[in-house]
């Protein structure tokens, strides 16, 4: 098993930055393809941001391209998402997962059921 904590969350002006971080224990020795996604309230959860084992392939929604960036440090067992250019719509709860499957050393996943573990999810409001 493998237990992801996010952290970096909070409460933004419009236009602002935060970087969200994901720390990985457990089961790390394997490394694990890592994705962000958000859920904002009476909508489904969303993908937001998709990274490789080895960190060299990323994918990213078309609502954050642009102004969100992926990114890895495997020797931390962190997964970041630095969040810059925020809207109003970027407010959701943001969470990481670890997708636990077989997976390929380049190979990012975009769906919620691609993925086998889930942080508890970090708030993020963006205020006009």
């Known amino acids: 098993q493998v237990q992801l904590v996010e952290s970096g969350g909070g409460l933004v002006q419009v236009g602002g930055s935060l970087r969200l971080s994901c720390e990985a224990s457990g089961r790390t020795g394997s490394r694990y393809p890592m994705g962000w996604f958000r859920q904002a309230p009476g909508k489904e959860r969303e993908f937001v941001a998709g990274i490789s084992r080895s960190g060299d392939t990323t994918s990213h929604a078309p609502s954050v391209k642009g102004r969100f960036t992926i990114s890895r440090d495997n020797a931390k067992n962190t997964v970041y998402l630095q969040m810059n250019s925020l809207k109003p719509e970027d407010t959701a709860v943001y969470y990481c997962?670890?997708?636990?499957?077989?997976?390929?050393?380049?190979?990012?996943?975009?769906?919620?059921?691609?993925?086998?573990?889930w942080g508890q999810g970090t708030q993020v409001t963006v205020s006009s």
């Open positions: 997962a670890a997708r636990l499957a077989g997976s390929y050393y380049t190979t990012y996943y975009t769906e919620v059921s691609d993925y086998g573990s």
